[in-house]
């Protein structure tokens, strides 16, 4: 019986550590998401001197990830956010699902390389560097 409560202890500590490792999982891969869209963006605009698909257009090539994991059930949604010019954009990672409540909010990505934290519930005392690991 003891055992069984000392085990019963352990895995009540344990537990909230775990699910804060896998949500950290889960931000990382959101992170490195809007960064190989940036990539792939910064890519297009070499090889056509634009972000837009058309010269004046307000429309991004569809060349980075939708959503994170890019199959199965998605933890983030990726798409631009504001509108797209010839020399800018914004990336935004949404949260969704399991990771709707996430305290760290949704993440943005611009041209630059300028990174936000957006959508933020109140109360909530995350940081940019607490949320977005480089």
Do not use: H
Not at 57 to 79: D, F
């Amino acid at each position: 019986m003891i055992t069984v409560a000392i085990v019963g202890i352990l895995a009540a500590l344990a537990y909230p550590s775990y699910q804060e490792y896998v949500a950290k999982s889960r931000r990382n891969e959101a992170t490195n998401a809007l960064l190989t869209g940036a990539q792939a963006l910064e890519r297009y605009y070499s090889a056509n001197g634009r972000y837009t698909t058309t010269a004046g257009g307000s429309t991004l090539p569809a060349v980075y990830p939708s959503q994170v994991p890019e199959n199965g059930s998605a933890y983030y949604t990726v798409a631009p956010t504001g509108t797209p010019t010839a020399n800018s954009f914004t990336l935004r990672a949404q949260r969704t699902g399991l990771m709707a409540d996430d305290p760290c909010g949704d993440f943005t990505l611009d041209e630059v390389g300028q990174v936000a934290i957006v959508n933020k519930p109140g109360g909530s005392s995350k940081s940019l560097s607490d949320c977005w690991r480089r």
